[in-house]
């Protein structure tokens, strides 16, 4: 079964500090996101992009946070100068028009 | 925007018994329900899903009923087994569009 795969599983950085997780979506999928999920709550939009630009964003994604997709397969979510409260697992998804997400395995962002 | 509501917080049921998991939404023009399942420190994954144009939608043990008027939607798993225990959340989307997910219940199962 085709997966979204995403990396790293885990990053650790410094406060202030720049990061970039990386997601490779299936491949014949034409809508792509970037979700979050601190600790214990709930998960939350981010922001969804097709056809090489973002389609929507939510309050969260403010002007620290960009996404590309550089090369046609991979799909990047970039943090610019990391907060404490950004530490949360990031989950990738894609999908095709009419059907629901497929999660990745998230990366696990800890800011310290 | 979209807000959904999910009950309960924690299930805990006896293994065999059933589990029912309540959401409701508030956009009538929600017309996607998807269920997922995380399993600690894992992915969400999709369990089973309803569009708007059907009442009731069943996979083997698990169920999911809608009411479109009432604007809520509920997950049904019969015979639980130990392996249900897990986060699960209700999601709400029109036209499959970004999804705003329930706060999540935690289901565990005794066996």
């Known amino acids: 079964e085709p997966e979204v795969t995403q990396t790293p599983s885990h990053q650790v950085t410094q406060m202030g500090q720049e990061v970039i997780l990386r997601c490779v979506p299936i491949?014949?999928?034409?809508?792509f996101y970037w979700y979050r999920q601190i600790l214990g709550q709930k998960v939350e939009f981010l922001v969804s992009f097709y056809n090489n630009e973002i389609s929507e964003k939510s309050e969260i994604f403010d002007d620290q946070f960009s996404v590309e997709r550089p090369d046609g397969s991979n799909f990047t979510l970039k943090i610019r100068s990391t907060k404490l409260e950004d530490s949360a697992m990031y989950f990738c998804a894609s999908k095709e028009r009419n059907y629901g997400y497929t999660f990745g395995s998230g990366t696990r962002l800890t800011v310290v | 925007g979209e807000n959904v509501e999910q009950h309960p917080s924690t299930l805990s049921v006896q293994e065999g018994d059933s589990a029912v998991i309540k959401c409701t939404y508030s956009d009538s023009a929600s017309n996607y329900f998807p269920w997922y399942k995380q399993e600690l420190g894992k992915r969400p994954q999709l369990i089973i899903d309803i569009r708007s144009n059907v009442g009731e939608k069943k996979d083997q043990r698990i169920a999911v009923t809608l009411n479109k008027t009432a604007k809520h939607f509920s997950l049904h798993i019969t015979e639980t087994q130990p392996e249900d225990s897990a986060v699960y959340f209700c999601?709400?989307?029109?036209?499959?569009?970004?999804?705003?997910f329930g706060s999540g219940t935690k289901l565990n199962v005794k066996p």
């Open positions: 491949s014949n999928h034409l809508y």
């Open positions: 999601a709400a989307s029109v036209d499959f569009n970004k999804f705003y």
